[in-house]
């Protein structure tokens, strides 16, 4: 079996839109002033500039999911480079399925069983994803991912128990 590998990129929301637009008018704003009026706005246009940046590359979200026989890797990709997020072994897969499906209800919030939950979604519309309960150095985690056919039938092979789809 090869290697799968999704790439999956966080949709944009409204209000980071707003915001991005409000930290580049401002600089420019402060840009503007301290030409226009005092070289003490510079100082504010610096920052601004600096903030918008740094903003910008904290919301900005990449991961890459990599299925191979035995495991599931899930790294972030930045700028700097990539960071391993989880690996788990496909053996260690208790649950897959839709987030509404009955099984996964223990594991919601105010549910009986409490789990540290990541979110590894797009956000995009049109695009389903699937709540996978696992052990991860002996602990439940919740990871709620981003998965193609081909990559649940990958987790069915190979654990068919776990898989409620």
């Not at 226009?36 to 910008?56: N, P």
């Not at 990541?118 to 709620?144: H, Q």
Request: hydrophobic residues 40%; positive net charge.
């Amino acid at each position: 079996m090869d290697t799968l590998v999704l790439a999956v990129k966080r949709r944009e929301r409204g209000s980071e839109k707003l915001l991005r637009g409000v930290m580049i008018a401002l600089a420019v704003f402060f840009l503007l002033g301290g030409i226009l009026l005092s070289r003490g706005l510079m100082l504010l246009c610096l920052l601004s500039a600096m903030g918008y940046f740094v903003y910008a590359g904290a919301t900005r979200r990449e991961w890459e999911y990599t299925l191979d026989r035995d495991s599931l890797r899930i790294e972030r990709v930045r700028d700097t480079g990539r960071f391993v997020l989880h690996e788990i072994r496909l053996t260690d897969v208790e649950l897959l399925c839709r987030p509404d499906d009955p099984a996964a209800a223990p594991f919601r919030k105010g549910g009986p069983q409490q789990v540290k939950k990541f979110d590894y979604t797009s956000y995009a519309e049109n695009v389903p994803y699937y709540t996978m309960i696992a052990k991860e150095e002996g602990e439940r985690i919740k990871l709620l991912l981003d998965l193609t056919p081909e990559a649940i039938q990958r987790v069915k092979h190979r654990v068919p128990t776990a898989v409620r789809i």
